[in-house]
């Protein structure tokens, strides 16, 4: 099977999400063989929100990603190749070795980068919807953003003046119920963050994150009413983190019985059963699509270990214009 | 005194534990720190201790924690607020800067702040950009605040005691790279280190060098490898960054009279440029100080080639020792007289030869590669004599001495004297401290001129010394 480019068929869709699964599955083991450094945090089992929202937009619609970012970026249509060999500090990395996982960019796919700072994207996506607004471009921004940046200030910064501009955002919430160890319940007052919306004069939808084609559909109405002057909306996206929080985490503050519902909802196997059901898919391409995933990661884990380092030198580029 | 040994992580949580068990207003809060104890586990058992008011997880809002934590400070309790990396704690700033550094100020001392934010600080983990910042100079630059970096477990523990009872906010700085790589005794008991001072980690004269956090125990290995070749630095642990302990700065470099500071945060307007400047303003300094800093970048790369090229180490600090010992003292007369600083060191037993050769014209290349083959001929000519052994150098570095205005840069191991672009025939040079040998060529005249040596001769003797000679000869010629 060719690999298609755009997640305009359900095919896509489901490979994308099985991309995004393989590549962060690899994290552990790469981070035990000591090629990759530094900290970097799995998006396993919130393939379908990073997927399903990148759907609904246009090529070059901008996204801003987070510190969980590989999904987004995977799902915006970002080179795997490139960011392996970023994860491993190599020279064709996407930032050539100087960021790692929590720095990728891809500017070409509108992918505005992934953020070390919690919190960090909101500022960055509204000022990208508001450059579309004046240079009438016709392009939307979504920022994809956790249950605890939603309490960080500038979240409620950038909601109010989105609502009061009505900027071309989406603001997309992946609440997978946690921050590291702070439960939702117990840091978001009002106990639902799509609450906000209404604060702040926009709507704001609930969506099951573990449904690619619900989140798919949320996201499209959201571009809608974006791209016609009506503000920005809240999407709320309800799924859960199926590892720990960073390598060596001992989810102290989780327990197996809490975390068993939402490990038998995941997001691939549904998709994938609901399409082969559906015709969509047979289960010779369903097949044909493991091993095309499987040779995309051999061959970006290959690329990215063929990939020079940098120059120590290098250091000293790019540090002004 | 007895003691009982911790890594500084572990003294950061048992002067956290013992002060709260001691004084109940304190309370803890940051993200994740009561069931995870913490991003780096500071704050390990301590809810199960204390409970979830007194260690109380918040959601993530660094700003909110700052805030927070003044509010509380400002109403009878004595709140330690943890921010996870230092790189989150622009976030908090607001706070911190606008508000609680000037409250005293502000109601002319009626109200106070008296709270601590901790935070963990530096590189060489491969955090990159946003997770290996260095802060300090950020909030030392505030008046109204009290910014303390321990380097040893023990000051880890006393000085955070120190700054949980202090009057006024006080930010922590914890070097995240010391947490566990740095261990060492701390008293038992109640230990308080509230002197302000600060901390000779190690002894002696030939210079001063400064530094706090992981950047000290860079220092303190490269004051190790200095007295490998007869050079005692003295180290100084500046660990109470604002206010600056100036006296004891002072009175070191009174003296030693040289100062190096090496710290990880950039450059350009860090706390080296202010040591630097109230050395300078006291007059005590007998040579330029110099400064071993983070390159001013845009951050901290995650590739180990880049981390590593950019974090300031024991081998640059190493070599600014060796350049700032060997450069010429302030108003030192040249040829200069004996004593400490002094260009030329009278305690050299010096010997000189001198040859003629043919040259027709004078080249810098054909006379330093002359220089270099000689060397190697004769490798306790590029070497450095100290009494327990004569240490030869793998490299050679020509410092090159053109007279008064172009005198030698210093830091080389061997130096090269006017290579025949003077106007005189003969001149002996002299042997610079660090250094085995210096070399003279006259001037040329009629395509000849004359070439002088002169030795250290406790490493270099009569025999070596000609055939250094005839070697040069010989390539100069060829
Ligand atoms: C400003 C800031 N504060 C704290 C952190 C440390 N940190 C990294 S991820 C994280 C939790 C984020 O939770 P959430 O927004 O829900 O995203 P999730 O990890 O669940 O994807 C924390 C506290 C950070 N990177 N930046
Ligand atoms: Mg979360």
Redesign the interface.
Known sequence: MAASTSTDTNVEVLRRMMLIRAFDSLLPDLYTRGLI???SHAAIGQEAVAVGACAALAADDYITSTHRGHGHTIAKGGDVNRMMAELM??EDGYCR???????IADFSIGMLGA?????GGFGIAAGAALSARLRKSGQVALCFFGD??I????FHGVANLAGIWKLPLILLCEDNRF????RAE???AGGDPVKRAQAYGFPGVSVDGMDVLAVRAAVAEARVRALAGDGPTLVVAACYRFQGHFSGDTQ??RSKEEMAPWLERDPIPAFRSRLLAEGGLTEAEADALEEEVATSIAEALEFAQASP????????E??DG | MSTHTLSLLEAVREGLADEMERDPRVVLLGEDIGRLGGVFRATDGLLDRFGAERVIDTPMAENAIAGIAMGLAMRGLRPVAEIQFADFMHAAMDHIVGEAAKLRYRTAGDWTAPMVVRTAYGGGFRGGPYHSQSVEAFYSHVPGLKVMAPSFPDDAKGMLTAAIRDPDPVVFLEHKRTYRAITGPVPDGEHVVADGRLRVARPGDALTIVGWGMMLHEALAAADELAGDGIEAEVLDLRWLLPIDREGLLESLGRTGRLLVVHEDTLTMGLGAELCALAAEAGVLQAPPARVAMPDAGGIPVADAMEDAMLPNRHQVVEAARRLVSSPGNGEVRPGGPGRGSWFDAAIPEASSVIEVRLPEVHLELVMAAVAEACRAVPQSNATFTWEAIRLHDQLSVDLDLGPLSPARGGGTFTLVDYGLGGSLLGLPAVRPGQTAALRVGAVRDGRAYVALAVDHRAVDGADAGRFLATLKRCLEE
């Open positions: 450094r530094g900290s500090g190599r070795g100087k960021g790692g996982s929590m720095h953020n070390g700072i919690v919190g605890g940046a309490n960080q200030s500038s921050a590291m160890s702070g117990q840091m978001i102290s503050y380092w940098p120059e120590a030198a290098e250091a000293w790019d540090v």
